[in-house]
């Protein structure tokens, strides 16, 4: 978890490659649908395919049966967590940013998360913008307190991760990032005081979701955000459950 600029896909990929038994999502879907598939070609193309960033697998996956029926399974077995997306969608459409964008990112997560969860192949799938991080992108354009139990209802609903990492970044730092880099098409045709506003509802939201989630029990382990990667590797590894 974390704002955008924060570092968390840097974090992620680094913990892929140094955590013994991990894996990132998209490539546990990949295996997924290559040893069970139901879709022929998608089955084929990703036992074919080296990397989950692979352009034809990529394509093959967005048109494949796999991943509107891993959807499907998903929604019969959390209907809830749908329901409180759009229920938080509908109250906020007036003042909210991207709806149809983020519900896109939030439906690809449930189906991924459903494929790579039916048969585990690791001991820690890693899950970059996962559905906690998804509540932030859900509540965080202009959140204010009213919005708090709608993203309430939302936690409730999701699967409970065994652990959340934070990336605690400040906002300058998490703003000189994307601008060098480029902000996201959700807000980067805004004003640059709308794109500083959105991160600082970003950081609001992230703590509204972490305060939710100590209450849960859900195990945290915070990061510094602006330190190099390999600290936050040693912190992570020297707090995760074993």
Known sequence: MGPPGSGKTTLARALVGSLRGAVGLNDAVRAAVGARGEDGLARSVARLSRSSSSRLWRGSYARSTDRFSGLARFLGAHPQTLETVLA???????????????????????????????????DWLVIDEGFCQRGVALFSHGFVPLDRPLLNAYLDTIPRPEVVIV??????????????????E??????????RAFLADAISTGKAVTDR??????????????????DSLRTVAATLPT
């Open 167 to 184: 990336v605690d970044t400040p906002l300058e730092v998490c703003e000189d990032r994307l601008t060098k880099r480029g902000w996201s």
């Open 213 to 230: 989630l100590e209450a849960a029990g859900t195990r945290l382990i915070w990061v510094d955000g602006t330190t190099p990667i390999q």
């Open 88 to 122: 938080g969608q509908r109250a906020r459409v007036e003042r909210d940013l991207g709806q149809d964008l983020v519900l896109g990112w939030v439906l690809n997560l449930l189906a991924r998360y459903q494929l790579a969860t039916e048969s585990p192949d690791s």
């Open 186 to 195: 959700r807000v980067r045709d805004l004003h640059i005081d709308q794109r």
